[in-house]
């Protein structure tokens, strides 16, 4: 069966880019939350999105994550691991 869906129409780039269009929204959630809150707290929560982020790019395929594959899935991962780590180091660190 032949499928006649354009991939050039908004809903299919919105197909594509699902993780981005989740995350976008996660990130302002998290700027608010350190606004008002806190930066130690917005810090730990933006590390807990990268470490998320991270496990979506081991266990999600390519056509899925969309512009979060830049390059190989473990090179991806392991950046977004280490950043979520130093991240998370930096916001629990006293008087940084």
Request: aromatic share 2%; net charge positive; with cysteine.
């Amino acid at each position: 069966m032949r499928d006649d869906r354009s991939p050039f129409t908004p809903g299919a780039a919105c197909r594509r880019q699902a993780v981005l269009l989740l995350t976008v929204p996660a990130v302002i959630v998290i700027v608010v939350v350190g606004a008002v809150v806190g930066a130690p707290v917005a810090g730990t929560a933006l590390a807990v999105l990268l470490g998320v982020l991270a496990l979506a790019r081991i266990v999600l395929p390519v056509r899925v994550v969309g512009a979060l594959a830049v390059r190989s899935r473990g090179l991806d991962a392991s950046v977004l691991a280490l950043l979520a780590i130093g991240l998370a180091v930096l916001s629990v660190s006293p008087n940084l």
